[in-house]
């Protein structure tokens, strides 16, 4: 008897168990004993005779309300445009970029945002009839000044992240650094000296690599804490 534990074309993580008993299975897909998981991040599918999972790969696709990081590449009079990592250029008008009424006759664009600026800015919309349309408006959004941005694949950031958060708040708290992640897998890191900043790329190039594997956490852990420690002595 076999039962299959997930909906089928829902989006599972590494890890995530699909289904127990004697089943066929295909490509995304492991088998640990009687037992199921998916060996990527992609879309199940139950095909009735058999199941997979359907690895998401390739540019990010925007969708409304992502926090994504963006590179500002052009600066137009009353706005930006912004590269997401995505076929599609976001724009950023200027009556989303601050909550300050924009004068355009008075106010300069560049002294927002410049050429080159790594900016932290929110899906608005995006049906690609037209490009996709950004703010950072709201708080907490905006010019990130410092740090590092890496980019991963998109379709990893669910497993960087972790469930409910654990993965990328263990990595923060043993590298003391802030770490914001965006859904286009851009990654901004900040610690207090080069090498926090460093063991904290290492151990998310690390989580990318080896997404697929099980006991991850625990060996990401191993590894930072031994860091720590070696720091100590």
Same mark, same amino acid.
């Given at each position: 008897?076999?039962?299959?534990? &997930?909906?089928?074309?829902?989006? &599972?993580?590494?890890?995530?168990?699909?289904?127990?008993?004697?089943?066929?299975?295909?490509?995304?897909? *492991?088998?640990? @004993?009687?037992?199921?998981?998916?060996?990527? &991040? @992609?879309?199940?599918?139950?095909?009735?005779?058999?199941?997979?999972?359907?690895?998401?790969?390739?540019?990010?696709?925007?969708?409304? @309300?992502?926090?994504?990081?963006?590179?500002?590449?052009?600066?137009?009079?009353?706005?930006?445009?912004?590269?997401?990592?995505?076929?599609?250029?976001?724009?950023?008008?200027?009556?989303?970029?601050?909550?300050?009424?924009?004068?355009? &006759?008075? +106010?300069?664009?560049?002294?927002?945002?410049?050429?080159? +600026?790594?900016? #932290?800015?929110?899906?608005?919309?995006? +049906?690609?009839?037209?490009?996709?349309? *950004?703010?950072?408006?709201?708080?907490?959004?905006?010019?990130?000044?410092?740090?590092?941005?890496?980019?991963?694949?998109?379709?990893?950031?669910?497993?960087?992240?972790?469930?409910?958060?654990?993965?990328?708040?263990?990595?923060?708290?043993?590298?003391?650094?802030?770490?914001?992640?965006?859904?286009?897998?851009?990654?901004?890191?900040?610690?207090?000296?080069?090498? +926090?900043?460093?063991?904290?790329?290492?151990?998310?190039?690390?989580?990318?690599?080896?997404?697929?594997?099980?006991?991850?956490?625990?060996?990401?852990?191993?590894? #930072?804490?031994?860091?720590?420690?070696?720091?100590?002595?």
């Amino acid at each position: 008897m076999s039962e299959i534990k &997930v909906k089928n074309h829902e989006i &599972v993580i590494p890890g995530d168990l699909l289904g127990e008993g004697t089943i066929k299975y295909g490509e995304g897909v *492991i088998r640990r @004993g009687n037992s199921y998981f998916s060996s990527i &991040v @992609g879309l199940f599918q139950d095909k009735g005779d058999f199941i997979q999972v359907k690895a998401l790969k390739g540019k990010y696709l925007p969708r409304p @309300g992502d926090l994504v990081i963006g590179k500002v590449v052009e600066v137009g009079l009353t706005n930006w445009i912004v590269d997401v990592g995505s076929p599609y250029s976001a724009v950023l008008s200027a009556n989303n970029a601050t909550e300050k009424r924009f004068d355009p &006759v008075k +106010d300069d664009t560049r002294r927002i945002f410049n050429i080159g +600026d790594m900016i #932290l800015t929110k899906i608005m919309s995006f +049906d690609r009839t037209r490009d996709p349309q *950004i703010l950072t408006n709201e708080r907490g959004l905006g010019k990130l000044r410092g740090g590092r941005v890496i980019e991963i694949e998109a379709a990893h950031i669910p497993r960087v992240i972790g469930k409910k958060g654990t993965m990328i708040n263990m990595v923060k708290r043993l590298t003391r650094t802030q770490i914001i992640t965006g859904q286009n897998g851009r990654i901004w890191v900040q610690g207090k000296n080069v090498d +926090d900043e460093l063991k904290a790329i290492g151990s998310i190039k690390k989580i990318e690599k080896e997404a697929h594997t099980q006991g991850l956490t625990d060996r990401i852990r191993e590894m #930072l804490s031994i860091n720590q420690t070696e720091e100590e002595v």
